[in-house]
């Protein structure tokens, strides 16, 4: 993976997380520093290569590596994926959490 | 995005579920038909347009759209992300579902 990263500029960013519930708040306020919230537990949105280390190190200082899951998808910009989406997805869920 | 969809062929998907415990075995058996089992409630793999319709028609049989949330992003094939995993994901967790 890390050769093909040299090769490709990446400049877009879905983040999933899956962390105990006593550590949500302070996940969701790292990734909204950096993505927009997208649905309950995903964030996406444009982000440079240098913003993307500053979120894994601010990801890092939050999260327990050994309870909690971080998935981040990077893409090379905001037009080459399609989605879709299921259920309850159509709240956002954000005036839940913050 | 209906008209960006037209216009792009989506081979490769992510899946990302987070829906009620009870029904977490029946979506990851349906989700494992179609794809393989990534990380967590992460799958991912090629799939064409055909099987990702029967998929979200089986997905719809074994969510409650009130409660559930399953969340898809296609993209034109497995050469186009990079990827990020922080956390207890180096463990793929199928022992526990399965």
């Known amino acids: 993976m890390a050769k093909k990263d040299d090769k490709i500029k990446y ?3 879905f983040l999933f997380y899956d962390v105990k519930e006593n550590r949500v708040n302070r996940v969701f306020k790292v990734c909204k520093k950096y993505l927009s919230h997208f649905q309950k537990s995903v964030f996406r949105g444009e982000i440079t290569p ?3 280390m500053s979120l894994k190190k601010d990801l890092k200082k ?3 590596e050994n309870e909690d899951f971080i998935c981040i998808i ?3 910009n905001g037009n080459v994926f ?3 989406v299921m259920g309850v997805g159509n709240d956002n869920g954000e005036s839940l959490v913050l």
């Open 11 to 13: 400049n877009y960013a």
């Open 50 to 52: 240098s913003s993307m």
């Open 62 to 64: 939050v999260i327990d």
């Open 74 to 76: 990077k893409l090379m």
């Open 82 to 84: 399609g989605e879709e």
